[in-house]
């Protein structure tokens, strides 16, 4: 398999940035899930989860390091007042506190198996970047197993083309310049149904397929044991000892 595309996600919940090649390190993609929307009344993290316009917006990262928001209206911005006036309610852009222990806390369905949910729990993600787990530095799907699946849906870093990456779990490879162990797959939710832009409409037999076919599970989650640079057309080789 090759590297097809690679995403940066800096604010959690927003559309990306695919880029060429990808610095990789400890935590990630550099840039990837550093920033996050947080609702100043209720102290919780926000996503697509539960505020499904989040994926109506875009962020990058600037070439000084920092990162903005573009909001449908094509606004440009950083600012928590006109986030606020956005999005409904009272929110602060925070960047992750990479050397933190204190997880932040967001909402998720009951039952992830329901397309349209009304109860929500509570639930912790990462300390430090905005991931899900601390499992997950690095998410990677092939188009084989996308089939016909528009592969924005699922939020990867890594695109690959070909097939095979269930068959990872618990093996070391090498992506570029990148060493690689790979972990249990990753669980979906109902963000992989919600419609956004260029043209991806609300979608809920894509969430009931994957647990129908694959129980839940689509893409892998890999740690980062050795840091370095991948670039798109690079080979996924297993390790060397």
Same mark, same amino acid.
Request: net charge negative; charged share 30%.
């Given at each position: 398999?090759?590297?097809?595309?690679?995403?940066?996600y800096p604010?959690?919940?927003?559309?990306? +940035?695919?880029?060429?090649?990808?610095?990789?390190?400890?935590?990630?993609?550099?840039g990837?899930?550093? /920033?996050?929307?947080?609702?100043?009344? %209720?102290?919780?993290?926000?996503t697509?989860?539960?505020?499904?316009?989040?994926?109506?917006?875009?962020?990058?990262?600037?070439? #000084?390091?920092?990162?903005?928001?573009?909001?449908?209206?094509?606004?440009?911005? &950083? @600012?928590?007042?006109?986030?606020?006036?956005?999005? &409904?309610?009272?929110?602060?852009?925070?960047?992750? #506190?990479?050397?933190?222990?204190? !997880?932040?806390?967001?909402?998720t369905?009951? @039952?992830?198996?329901?397309?349209?949910?009304?109860?929500?729990?509570?639930?912790?993600?990462?300390?430090? !970047?905005?991931?899900?787990?601390?499992?997950?530095?690095?998410?990677?799907?092939?188009? &084989? %197993?996308?089939?016909? /699946?528009d592969r924005?849906?699922f939020?990867?870093?890594?695109v690959?083309?070909?097939? &095979?990456?269930?068959?990872?779990?618990g093996?070391?490879?090498?992506?570029?310049?990148?060493?690689?162990?790979?972990g249990? !797959?990753?669980?979906?939710?109902?963000m992989? %149904?919600?419609p +956004?832009?260029?043209?991806?409409?609300? @979608?809920?037999?894509?969430?009931?397929?994957?647990?129908?076919?694959r129980?839940?599970?689509?893409?892998v989650?890999?740690?980062?044991?050795?840091p370095?640079?991948?670039?798109?057309?690079?080979?996924?080789?297993?390790?060397?000892?």
């Amino acid at each position: 398999m090759r590297v097809l595309e690679l995403w940066r996600y800096p604010v959690k919940s927003l559309q990306g +940035q695919r880029l060429p090649e990808a610095e990789i390190g400890d935590l990630g993609i550099a840039g990837d899930r550093r /920033w996050a929307l947080f609702d100043r009344d %209720t102290g919780l993290g926000l996503t697509a989860r539960r505020v499904p316009e989040l994926l109506w917006g875009a962020a990058r990262v600037r070439p #000084d390091g920092g990162v903005e928001v573009v909001l449908p209206d094509g606004t440009v911005t &950083g @600012d928590d007042a006109v986030l606020s006036d956005w999005l &409904g309610r009272r929110v602060e852009l925070r960047a992750a #506190d990479e050397d933190g222990d204190v !997880p932040p806390v967001y909402e998720t369905p009951a @039952d992830e198996e329901v397309p349209d949910p009304t109860e929500w729990l509570q639930w912790e993600g990462a300390p430090g !970047p905005f991931h899900d787990s601390p499992r997950i530095r690095v998410s990677l799907v092939s188009t &084989g %197993t996308l089939g016909r /699946w528009d592969r924005r849906r699922f939020r990867a870093n890594v695109v690959l083309e070909g097939e &095979g990456e269930d068959a990872l779990r618990g093996r070391e490879a090498r992506l570029g310049g990148v060493r690689l162990r790979f972990g249990v !797959p990753i669980a979906r939710c109902v963000m992989t %149904t919600r419609p +956004q832009p260029g043209g991806i409409a609300r @979608d809920t037999s894509v969430l009931e397929t994957i647990h129908r076919e694959r129980d839940g599970l689509l893409a892998v989650r890999a740690a980062v044991l050795a840091p370095g640079t991948v670039r798109v057309g690079d080979l996924l080789a297993p390790a060397a000892d």
